[in-house]
């Protein structure tokens, strides 16, 4: 079984940046493939940042650029750096791992996220 918490959201300016981090429990998470999700109100959850075991990244076409995903395996946690952000990005943002062996995936509780002036 594996735990996922989410930590690092929060109110900023919209131009400004946040890090959000997910610290897994468990022995798994280096063979696990991580994401990060939001959901905005009145709207469905998307996919906003995913990086593999192996370390490979793909991001949704609203933050390429601004948004990056990495992973520290020793520290079992997945970092989520948003930069310049927007109104638009105000959501909250799950952690999301996926352990492929056993076809299971794991939720984080979410973590809210808010780009206002």
């Known amino acids: 079984q594996v735990q996922l918490v989410e930590s690092g959201g929060g109110l900023v300016q919209p131009g400004g940046s946040l890090r959000l981090s997910c610290a897994a429990s468990g022995r798994i998470f280096r063979f696990m493939s991580m994401g990060w999700y939001r959901q905005a109100p009145g709207k469905e959850r998307e996919l906003v940042a995913h990086?593999?075991?192996?370390?490979?990244?793909n991001y949704a076409d609203s933050v390429k650029g601004r948004f990056t995903i990495s992973r520290d395996n020793v520290k079992s946690t997945v970092y989520l750096q948003m930069n310049s952000l927007k109104p638009e990005d105000t959501a909250v943002y799950y952690c999301?791992?996926?352990?492929?062996?056993?076809?299971?995936?794991?939720w984080g509780q979410g973590t809210q996220v808010t780009v206002s002036s």
């Open positions: 999301m791992g996926t352990y492929y062996p056993e076809g299971t995936d794991y």
């Open positions: 990086i593999t075991s192996s370390g490979s990244t």
